[in-house]
């Protein structure tokens, strides 16, 4: 067996090439039906293990994803910092994004603990849509209140707007009454912002 020194806790594994060469065509039909979105990427896993364990093709599919994985930690291994600080910042944003998501399904800390039973996935699923539609609202009124800020001689700084994320959450209200009546206005308008000097409390949505 060769000896890669420090790495051999990461060189554990084999990459098969004889099984991803045999199963070839089989993955690329995988990858197009995932991708086309004939079938769905949870009924793809169902289908490559049987009793517990993988079959031919989901241990081609396995072999061929160590590639990217070798090529994965080679490129954190490296000298050069820039891949780390990328991965670090997409941490940051999963991070933020589930912490979003505890404040949404605040009920016992946004954590599932009951068993895997109907009708889950559309619970998660409902989850994923009020999800998307709060960061698309942030985002939209964060863009607002930019362009306003601008347009009223504020100085707003790069390095300041680079620091802006759609998963704040401190302006969310999630207890109370819930109203799904539409407000008042033009397809595409927004409610008009509060006066950035105003020393009101801070509203919550």
Same mark, same amino acid.
């Given at each position: 067996?060769?000896? $890669? +020194? #420090?790495? %051999?806790?990461?060189?554990?594994? *084999?990459?098969? /090439?004889? *099984?991803?060469?045999?199963?070839?065509?089989?993955?690329? !039909?995988?990858?197009?039906?995932?991708?086309?979105?004939?079938?769905?990427? $949870?009924? =793809?896993?169902?289908?490559?293990? !049987?009793?517990?364990?993988?079959?031919?093709? +989901?241990?081609?599919?396995?072999?061929?994803?160590?590639?990217?994985?070798?090529?994965?930690?080679?490129?954190?291994? @490296? =000298?050069?910092?820039?891949?780390? !600080?990328?991965?670090?910042?997409?941490?940051?944003?999963?991070? %933020?994004?589930?912490?979003?998501?505890?404040?949404?399904?605040?009920? *016992?800390?946004?954590?599932?603990?009951?068993?895997?039973?109907?009708?889950?996935? %559309?619970?998660?699923?409902?989850?994923?849509?009020?999800? %998307?539609?709060?960061?698309?609202?942030?985002?939209? &009124?964060? @863009?607002?209140? =930019?362009?306003?800020?601008?347009?009223?001689? &504020?100085? =707003?700084?790069?390095?300041?707007?680079?620091?802006?994320?759609?998963?704040?959450?401190?302006? /969310?209200?999630?207890?109370?009454? $819930?109203?799904?009546?539409?407000?008042?206005?033009? #397809?595409?308008?927004?409610?008009?912002?509060?006066? #950035? @000097?105003?020393?009101?409390?801070?509203?919550?949505?």
């Amino acid at each position: 067996m060769a000896d $890669y +020194g #420090p790495l %051999n806790t990461f060189a554990r594994g *084999k990459i098969e /090439l004889r *099984k991803i060469r045999r199963n070839w065509e089989d993955i690329l !039909r995988v990858v197009a039906s995932i991708y086309t979105g004939t079938v769905r990427a $949870y009924d =793809v896993v169902t289908m490559l293990q !049987r009793d517990g364990h993988p079959t031919a093709l +989901g241990e081609a599919i396995a072999s061929y994803g160590r590639i990217f994985k070798t090529l994965h930690i080679l490129q954190f291994i @490296d =000298v050069d910092e820039t891949y780390r !600080r990328d991965i670090k910042d997409i941490r940051n944003l999963q991070e %933020n994004r589930h912490s979003l998501a505890r404040k949404i399904c605040h009920g *016992k800390k946004g954590e599932l603990y009951h068993r895997y039973e109907r009708g889950l996935e %559309n619970q998660l699923g409902a989850l994923g849509l009020v999800l %998307n539609c709060a960061t698309l609202w942030t985002t939209v &009124y964060l @863009d607002a209140a =930019v362009r306003q800020l601008k347009a009223q001689g &504020y100085p =707003v700084r790069e390095e300041d707007m680079a620091r802006l994320s759609p998963f704040v959450h401190s302006h /969310l209200g999630v207890h109370g009454t $819930y109203t799904f009546a539409l407000p008042d206005l033009a #397809p595409g308008a927004i409610r008009d912002l509060r006066d #950035p @000097d105003a020393t009101e409390d801070d509203d919550e949505i």
